[in-house]
C-alpha cells in the first residue's frame, strides 16, 4: 500500500522540528510540513480546511465540538502549553497591585474566546474570584464570529490603533496577551511581578499546566484511515522525545542558554520525569479546567467531556504501551 500523501500545518518548534527535518516522521505517509504561525493556521484551517492535519486553538475547537461541527477529530498532542500569569500587563504607573483589583476594570485581549484568554479568565474567576462580567472586555479581530456570553460586555477595538496603545494612553487598565508588549520594562509591567512564583505554586495546587493548542485531523480521512491518528500520535512523541534529549546535552549546548541544563533538572523537580505530557490522563486536570471554564465562560454550548474530543484509538492503553516500550 503507497504511503499517503498529505500535509501538516503548524508552528516550528524544538518537539516538531524532527517532523521538518525527518528525524521523527508518521508511518505511512509521506509528509509536508508547512511551519506557519498558530494565527494563520487556525484561520486557514477552520475556515477553510486547507490542510489534512494542522495545529488547533483547543477553545476553538472545543468550542466547535459543542456547536456540533465534527469537521475535525484531535489526537491528545499539545504543541502548546504556556501558564498565562506572566501575559498580563499593567502601565507602569498602575496603582493596581492584586489581581482582586481588576473587578469593575477594562481589560485588552486580542481575542475573546482564544485559549489564553479562557485561561487567564479561569484563574481571575477560581484563585482571585474576579467573573468574567466583573470586567468589561476590549477584543481585537476574532477568529470566528462569536454570541457574547450573556452578562458579559464585550467591546470591539477601535480602530486605527492598537490595545498595547490603548494600555499605554490609559484607556485599559490591563491587557492580556500572548506576545510580549514592546513597552514591557519601559511603560509597560506585569501584574504577577514574581509570575514564576506564582505560576509554580498554581501547578502544585492545582496540577494544571495550561494547554493552548491540539492538533486535529480532517475527520474524513480519520474515518477512512483511523490508523493515522496512531500514527501520527506515535511520531509527534518521538519528536517531542528528541527535542528533551537536545536540551539536556552537555556535550555542547545546543540551546543559548549557559544554565539550560540546570533549567531542566530544576524543571523536573516540579513536574516528574515527564514535562510535556501528550496524554489524556496525564494533562486530565488541565483538560477538565478547560472545558469547565469554557462551559461557564458562556463559550460552548454545553459542557463538553474531555474524552469525546479525542480520537478514541488513541486511549491510556496506547500511552503506556509507547511508555513500557520506549516510544513515549
Same mark, same amino acid.
Given at each position: 500500500?503507497? $504511503?499517503?500523501? #498529505?500535509?501538516?500545518?503548524?508552528?516550528?518548534?524544538?518537539?516538531?522540528?524532527?517532523?521538518?527535518?525527518?528525524?521523527?516522521?508518521?508511518?505511512?505517509?509521506?509528509?509536508?510540513?508547512?511551519?506557519? $504561525?498558530?494565527?494563520?493556521?487556525?484561520? +486557514?484551517?477552520? $475556515?477553510?480546511?486547507?490542510? *489534512?492535519?494542522? %495545529?488547533?486553538?483547543?477553545?476553538?475547537?472545543?468550542?466547535?465540538?459543542?456547536?456540533?461541527?465534527?469537521?475535525?477529530?484531535?489526537?491528545?498532542?499539545?504543541?502548546?502549553?504556556?501558564? +498565562?500569569?506572566?501575559?498580563?500587563?499593567?502601565?507602569? *504607573?498602575?496603582?493596581?497591585? +492584586?489581581?482582586? &483589583?481588576?473587578?469593575?476594570?477594562?481589560?485588552?485581549?486580542?481575542?475573546?474566546?482564544?485559549?489564553?484568554?479562557?485561561?487567564?479568565?479561569?484563574?481571575?474567576?477560581? %484563585?482571585?474570584?474576579?467573573? /468574567?462580567?466583573?470586567?468589561?472586555?476590549?477584543?481585537? +479581530? /476574532?477568529?470566528?464570529?462569536?454570541?457574547?456570553? %450573556?452578562?458579559?460586555?464585550? &467591546?470591539?477595538?477601535?480602530?486605527?490603533?492598537?490595545?498595547?496603545?490603548?494600555?499605554?494612553?490609559?484607556?485599559?487598565?490591563?491587557?492580556?496577551?500572548?506576545?510580549?508588549?514592546?513597552?514591557?520594562?519601559?511603560?509597560?509591567?506585569?501584574?504577577?511581578? *514574581?509570575?514564576?512564583?506564582?505560576?509554580?505554586?498554581?501547578?502544585?495546587?492545582?496540577?494544571?499546566?495550561?494547554?493552548?493548542?491540539?492538533?486535529?485531523?480532517?475527520?474524513?480521512?480519520? &474515518?477512512?484511515?483511523?490508523?493515522?491518528?496512531?500514527?501520527?500520535?506515535?511520531?509527534?512523541?518521538?519528536?517531542?522525545?528528541?527535542?528533551?534529549?537536545?536540551?539536556?546535552?552537555? $556535550?555542547?549546548?545546543?540551546?543559548?542558554?549557559?544554565?539550560?541544563? *540546570?533549567?531542566? %533538572?530544576?524543571?523536573?523537580?516540579?513536574?516528574?520525569?515527564?514535562?510535556?505530557?501528550?496524554?489524556?490522563?496525564?494533562?486530565?486536570?488541565?483538560?477538565?479546567?478547560?472545558?469547565?471554564?469554557?462551559?461557564?465562560?458562556?463559550?460552548?454550548?454545553?459542557?463538553?467531556?474531555?474524552?469525546? #474530543?479525542?480520537?478514541?484509538?488513541?486511549?491510556?492503553? #496506547?500511552?503506556?504501551?509507547?511508555?513500557?516500550?520506549?516510544?513515549?
Amino acid at each position: 500500500m503507497p $504511503n499517503l500523501k #498529505l500535509t501538516l500545518a503548524c508552528g516550528r518548534y524544538d518537539r516538531t522540528q524532527p517532523l521538518i527535518d525527518g528525524r521523527a516522521t508518521p508511518q505511512g505517509v509521506d509528509l509536508t510540513f508547512l511551519p506557519l $504561525n498558530p494565527g494563520e493556521t487556525f484561520f +486557514r484551517m477552520i $475556515n477553510y480546511g486547507e490542510f *489534512d492535519v494542522s %495545529e488547533m486553538s483547543l477553545s476553538s475547537y472545543t468550542i466547535l465540538r459543542s456547536e456540533g461541527d465534527t469537521r475535525f477529530v484531535a489526537i491528545p498532542v499539545f504543541p502548546s502549553r504556556v501558564f +498565562r500569569h506572566n501575559a498580563v500587563y499593567l502601565r507602569a *504607573d498602575s496603582k493596581i497591585e +492584586r489581581p482582586e &483589583e481588576l473587578q469593575g476594570k477594562r481589560i485588552g485581549v486580542g481575542d475573546y474566546q482564544m485559549t489564553a484568554a479562557v485561561w487567564v479568565r479561569g484563574f481571575l474567576m477560581h %484563585e482571585y474570584g474576579v467573573h /468574567p462580567e466583573d470586567v468589561t472586555w476590549i477584543s481585537g +479581530r /476574532p477568529v470566528r464570529a462569536i454570541k457574547p456570553p %450573556e452578562g458579559v460586555r464585550i &467591546e470591539p477595538l477601535p480602530a486605527g490603533t492598537t490595545l498595547e496603545a490603548m494600555l499605554e494612553r490609559g484607556e485599559i487598565d490591563a491587557l492580556a496577551t500572548v506576545v510580549i508588549p514592546a513597552g514591557l520594562g519601559k511603560t509597560m509591567r506585569r501584574l504577577f511581578r *514574581d509570575f514564576r512564583k506564582v505560576e509554580t505554586e498554581y501547578f502544585w495546587k492545582t496540577g494544571i499546566f495550561p494547554i493552548m493548542h491540539t492538533f486535529v485531523l480532517k475527520r474524513q480521512l480519520y &474515518e477512512q484511515n483511523p490508523w493515522l491518528a496512531v500514527s501520527f500520535y506515535r511520531a509527534f512523541c518521538k519528536a517531542r522525545d528528541l527535542a528533551y534529549q537536545i536540551t539536556y546535552d552537555t $556535550n555542547a549546548l545546543t540551546v543559548s542558554l549557559p544554565w539550560i541544563v *540546570d533549567e531542566v %533538572e530544576q524543571t523536573h523537580k516540579i513536574f516528574g520525569p515527564q514535562i510535556w505530557d501528550y496524554s489524556i490522563e496525564g494533562s486530565r486536570p488541565t483538560l477538565e479546567a478547560l472545558v469547565t471554564y469554557l462551559d461557564e465562560q458562556g463559550l460552548t454550548r454545553r459542557k463538553m467531556s474531555v474524552d469525546e #474530543l479525542f480520537a478514541p484509538n488513541i486511549g491510556p492503553d #496506547l500511552a503506556d504501551y509507547l511508555r513500557a516500550t520506549g516510544e513515549d
